[in-house]
Nanobody, 120 residues
Framework: QVQLVESGGGLVQAGGSLRLSCAASGTIYSINDMAWYRQAPGKQRELVAANSRGGRTNYADSVKGRFTISRDNAKNTVYLQMNSLKPEDTAVYYC??????????????WGQGTQVTVSS
């Protein structure tokens, strides 16, 4: 069984930084895209940043220049470095990954979410 476990959320003042981590575990043959989403109260879940296995990245316009997504394929881990945080970045952040397991089955998995709160 595959699990995604996130860590690194918390409370930070505006202008501060946080680094989120998400580690995938279980019977994993390979991981395709890995991404971070977020959901603020009363809003829909939105894509924050994505990283393909080949290293191609894309970001939401609202975080470009402030957030950096990276991954360590050997550790099945994706990171989100968040700098210059703003109160509007406050949300629950979710890790997402497309994972290939046994028999070449590919499924999308989600982490449990980690709260990021930015105070003004």
């Amino acid at each position: 069984q595959v699990q995604l476990v996130e860590s690194g959320g918390g409370l930070v003042q505006a202008g501060g930084s946080l680094r989120l981590s998400c580690a995938a575990s279980g019977t994993i043959y390979s991981i395709n895209d890995m991404a971070w989403y977020r959901q603020a109260p009363g809003k829909q879940r939105e894509l924050v940043a994505a990283n393909s296995r080949g290293g191609r990245t894309n970001y939401a316009d609202s975080v470009k220049g402030r957030f950096t997504i990276s991954r360590d394929n050997a550790k099945n881990t994706v990171y989100l470095q968040m700098n210059s945080l703003k109160p509007e970045d406050t949300a629950v952040y979710y890790c997402n990954a497309e994972i290939v397991t046994r028999f070449a089955r590919t499924d999308t998995y989600w982490g449990q979410g980690t709260q990021v709160t930015v105070s003004s």
